[in-house]
């Protein structure tokens, strides 16, 4: 079996909401080798962004560890792109000297006829596979991806997952979402449970 790329142990999230500890993601252990396609699945509000989000490193959480042994990169479901960039140079962003290759992944994303474009001219759903382009290209041994198909026509996520669903040798996707079809393509799934709405003071 290979080497982990990302171990999480018993990670839990809370959040101090005016003088009350609320539990948004309860004790959680997992661990992400190369060739998974890990899903995070579970009823709304049972802590699938906050996981991801911590796995990332982006969160941090209240209790419990993430070691990460390789490079990760995430898209948030509220994806942030440089808006004085063109789409191109968004994607593009974190290896410019491979710019020549983003053609190809915007085509794959249907989002080629965009590349001109500043991100203010492109709709929700296309921001969206724009963050998932730049994600790709950045080639991280861990793409962490939360609700990428969100805002997408089945058509769509359909594309998106024919991206994803096949990491590069030696590396693995983990995407929190709620849709079953995306939920098929993964190799390992990891279903949240409701957290407690309170678990006391902090
Ligand atoms: P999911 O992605 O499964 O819908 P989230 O990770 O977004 O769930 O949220 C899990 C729980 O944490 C929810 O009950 C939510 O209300 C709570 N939560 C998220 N962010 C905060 C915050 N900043 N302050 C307080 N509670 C939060």
Same mark, same amino acid.
């Given at each position: 079996?290979?080497?982990?790329?990302?171990?999480?142990?018993?990670?839990?999230?809370?959040?101090?909401?005016?003088?009350?500890? /609320? #539990?948004?993601?309860? %004790?959680?252990?997992?661990?992400? &080798? $190369? *060739?998974? =396609?890990? @899903?995070?699945?579970?009823?709304?509000?049972?802590?699938?962004?906050?996981?991801?989000?911590?796995?990332?490193?982006?969160?941090?959480?209240?209790?419990?560890?993430?070691?990460?042994?390789?490079?990760?990169?995430?898209?948030?479901?509220?994806?942030?792109?440089?808006?004085?960039?063109? /789409? #191109?140079?968004?994607? %593009?962003?974190?290896?410019?000297? &491979? $710019? *020549?290759? =983003?053609? @190809?992944?915007?085509?794959?994303?249907?989002?080629?006829?965009?590349?001109?474009?500043?991100?203010?001219?492109?709709?929700?759903?296309?921001?969206?596979?724009?963050?998932?382009?730049?994600?790709?290209?950045?080639?991280?041994?861990?793409?962490?991806?939360?609700?990428?198909?969100?805002?997408?026509?089945?058509?769509?996520?359909?594309?998106?997952?024919?991206?994803?669903?096949?990491?590069?040798?030696?590396?693995?996707?983990?995407?929190?979402?709620?849709?079953?079809?995306?939920?098929?393509?993964?190799?390992?799934?990891?279903?949240?449970?409701?957290?407690?709405?309170?678990?006391?003071?902090?």
């Amino acid at each position: 079996m290979s080497e982990p790329l990302l171990v999480a142990t018993d990670v839990l999230r809370s959040y101090d909401v005016r003088g009350q500890a /609320v #539990l948004a993601l309860r %004790a959680t252990s997992l661990t992400v &080798r $190369a *060739g998974d =396609v890990l @899903a995070v699945t579970g009823p709304s509000g049972t802590g699938k962004s906050t996981l991801v989000s911590i796995l990332a490193g982006w969160d941090r959480p209240t209790s419990g560890t993430v070691v990460r042994s390789a490079s990760t990169v995430f898209v948030p479901q509220r994806v942030a792109l440089l808006d004085t960039l063109t /789409v #191109l140079d968004n994607i %593009a962003l974190a290896a410019m000297d &491979r $710019a *020549g290759q =983003v053609p @190809a992944l915007a085509s794959a994303l249907a989002v080629d006829h965009l590349l001109d474009r500043f991100p203010g001219e492109t709709s929700m759903g296309e921001r969206q596979r724009i963050g998932v382009a730049r994600a790709l290209h950045a080639g991280a041994a861990v793409t962490l991806l939360d609700e990428p198909t969100a805002h997408q026509d089945a058509d769509h996520t359909k594309l998106v997952l024919d991206a994803v669903a096949e990491p590069p040798p030696g590396c693995a996707l983990v995407i929190a979402t709620h849709d079953p079809v995306v939920v098929a393509v993964a190799s390992v799934v990891l279903h949240l449970e409701a957290a407690v709405a309170a678990i006391g003071r902090p």
